[in-house]
């Protein structure tokens, strides 16, 4: 079994990463989405003392009264090494339920 453990950080603001993703859902399901660690990318756990499989997620355990989501707009050009505007569309609509990026939605999921 992987190894699980939370970590609380206050939460106010989400810089959404929106290259190549049309809409906000898409942006903040990127930010959500679970990475492995296995093999030569294992973790150090400090309660077994040794390298353990884990499973790395974003998770947000409770949402503030005021959440600023940030767009990445400016990325960085890896064939130019130079900064580049992004001016494709991000749609959102006039509301956003948040639920299934919380730990509680993604939890009934599972």
Do not use: W
Not at 72 to 94: H, I
């Amino acid at each position: 079994m992987p190894l699980q453990t939370n970590r609380e950080e206050n939460l106010m603001n989400i810089d959404c990463q929106i290259r190549g993703k049309a809409d906000i859902h898409e942006a903040l399901s990127t930010m959500c989405e679970v990475e492995y660690m296995e093999g030569d990318n294992k973790v150090f756990c400090d309660r077994c003392k040794e390298k353990c499989d884990t499973v790395l997620r974003t998770a947000i355990s409770a949402l503030p009264d005021v959440l600023v989501l940030s767009l990445k707009r400016f990325d960085l050009d890896y064939n130019t090494f130079e900064t580049v505007k992004l001016n494709s569309r991000c749609a959102f609509g006039q509301t956003l339920n948040m639920k299934r990026y919380t730990l509680e939605g993604l939890e009934e999921m599972e």
